[in-house]
């Protein structure tokens, strides 16, 4: 082990100590946004600390039984199967060791928008919609549906959704689904043909972390909000008073619209929260350029030929393109067992930093 690795682990052991120390301290507590800025950090330091901790006590079994071997032959296989383990520990440290991204702890925002297709691809959004909200119902977490614009069919033109959790060993919300921004393309049989040919359509998925408040200062001075009258599906009027809102930030040209609360106070809170989010991940992209890879990957425009996945109804078939994973599980997927594509992701994206760590 390097020494600069020891003054590391020394310097992430004395952090996780102390940590504990405060949350043991009801006082904290009080202020419930230190407590949790407190809670994401020692649940983030947990793993490492615990693979140490594991590390060190097989290296002391390991050299009693090495002790113990020199008068009874019968420990040297326990010594030699306590020394195998060492590489694994040693190689899952070193994942572990890797820098984090800032905002694998943080909940998200994330909009699907239907595309190419008509129809077909505003259900198609509805689907991916309901795999991630049971995607969401397996990890425990909690989701909200900030704002959507249905379709006839009962699809959806675009919708977005807050996904929350609570601190945990396994890191939030952003560690699991930063991944999953990009154009998704379906084929299968639309609803709506009766000939029974194969289809493609696309949807389109953006996924960021929610801001707080304290991550990103918008002025109002910045901002100009429109007020409206709702719409639902077909363009139909589906409130008497203007209650949707559409903000535009003008220095950077984003504009978020909210129509989904009867309140034209709780839709430009909504529309904040959104806002709030696309501007923390375009500061993030401009001041990390690693970081920035994977969110210019989150293409806006939905294009077919820019695909990031492949839901083949026909075959039971996903496939991600970008790590070449195939899996004949489709409907599983779609009732949000999503670990297998999930996993895959991730290891490959922890490969390719190891490779550029070495």
């Known amino acids: 082990?390097?020494?600069?690795?020891?003054?590391?682990?020394?310097?992430?052991?004395?952090?996780?100590?102390?940590l504990e120390q405060q949350l043991a301290d009801p006082a904290v507590h009080a202020d419930q946004g230190r407590a949790r800025e407190l809670g994401r950090r020692y649940a983030e330091l947990g793993p490492v600390v615990a693979t140490v901790r594991e590390i060190e006590a097989v290296q002391g079994d390991l050299e009693t039984a090495?002790?113990?071997?020199?008068?009874?032959?019968a420990f040297a296989a326990e010594a030699e199967e306590l020394a195998e383990r060492l590489p694994a520990l040693d190689a899952k440290l070193r994942e572990q060791l890797l820098p984090r991204d800032p905002d694998d702890s943080k909940d998200v925002i994330l909009e699907v928008k239907a595309g190419e297709g008509g129809e077909e691809s505003a259900l198609f959004a509805g689907d991916l919609l309901r795999m991630y909200l049971r995607y969401a119902e397996r990890e425990g977490w909690k989701t909200e549906i900030i704002d959507a614009t249905g379709s006839d069919l009962g699809g959806y033109k675009d919708v977005s959704v807050a996904v929350k959790s609570r601190p945990s060993a396994d890191g939030g919300v952003w560690?699991?689904?930063?991944?999953?921004?990009?154009?998704?393309?379906?084929?299968?049989?639309?609803?709506?043909?009766?000939?029974?040919?194969?289809?493609?359509?696309?949807?389109?998925?953006?996924?960021?972390?929610?801001?707080?408040?304290?991550?990103?200062t918008v002025d109002p001075n910045d901002l100009r909000i429109d007020v409206y009258r709702s719409s639902g599906p077909g363009g139909q009027s589906v409130n008497t008073t203007d209650s949707a809102v559409r903000i535009t930030h003008l220095p950077t040209g984003i504009v978020v619209s909210c129509q989904n609360e009867k309140s034209q106070l709780q839709n430009k809170e909504s529309a904040l929260r959104i806002l709030r989010a696309r501007l923390l991940a375009a500061a993030r992209a401009d001041a990390d350029a690693a970081a920035s890879d994977a969110r210019r990957s989150q293409v806006r425009t939905v294009d077919r030929s820019e695909r990031v996945r492949t839901y083949n109804f026909p075959e039971n078939r996903i496939s991600d393109h970008r790590v070449n994973y195939k899996a004949y599980n489709l409907d599983q997927v779609l009732d949000g067992d999503l670990d297998g594509v999930l996993n895959a992701l991730t290891e490959a994206d922890n490969a390719a930093r190891l490779a550029g760590a070495e």
């Open 1 to 18: 082990m390097t020494d600069t690795r020891t003054d590391r682990l020394t310097s992430i052991l004395e952090e996780y100590a102390s």
């Open 66 to 73: 090495r002790e113990l071997a020199a008068d009874d032959p």
């Open 175 to 216: 560690s699991r689904l930063k991944f999953e921004g990009g154009v998704h393309r379906v084929q299968r049989v639309p609803v709506t043909e009766s000939a029974g040919r194969i289809h493609t359509s696309a949807a389109g998925v953006l996924v960021m972390p929610e801001a707080e408040e304290v991550d990103v």
